[in-house]
């Protein structure tokens, strides 16, 4: 069974951080770039973040340069989101994704061979 868990969500105050893990399964995980995408509540989809399948090349939204790291560890089958400096309008679903080959910076899951289950992200004071 493939599976894609995301945690570490939770409450925070503005400035605080979080760190994110997304443990994946029955896959194989190496293969695959890897996105965190994020929805708002009463907003779309968007992307955040990108890792290439050899753990380098991190991109991110320009909102969060500078704030939020990528990273993974292919032993453990587990990306990564730390998130520093967090504001309110970072509060959302945080989602991990398996990208198609040919949609590297994939938002939705149509253009996603996984997707996650999705953690919570509150910041707030």
């Known amino acids: 069974e493939v599976q894609l868990v995301e945690s570490g969500g939770g409450l925070v105050q503005p400035g605080g951080s979080l760190r994110l893990a997304c443990a994946a399964s029955g896959f194989t995980f190496t293969r695959y770039n890897m996105n965190w995408v994020r929805q708002a509540p009463g907003k779309g989809r968007e992307w955040v973040s990108s890792?290439?399948?050899?753990?380098?090349?991190?991109t991110y939204r320009d909102s969060v340069k500078g704030r939020f790291t990528i990273s993974r560890d292919d032993g453990k089958n587990t990306l990564y989101l730390q998130m520093n400096s967090l504001k309110p309008e970072d509060t959302a679903v945080y989602y991990c994704?398996?990208?198609?080959?040919?949609?590297?910076?994939?938002?939705?899951?149509?253009?996603?061979?996984?997707w996650g289950q999705g953690t919570q992200v509150t910041v707030s004071s």
């Open positions: 994704a398996a990208p198609r080959p040919g949609f590297p910076r994939c938002y939705n899951p149509w253009c996603s061979d996984y």
């Open positions: 890792i290439s399948s050899g753990g380098g090349s991190p």
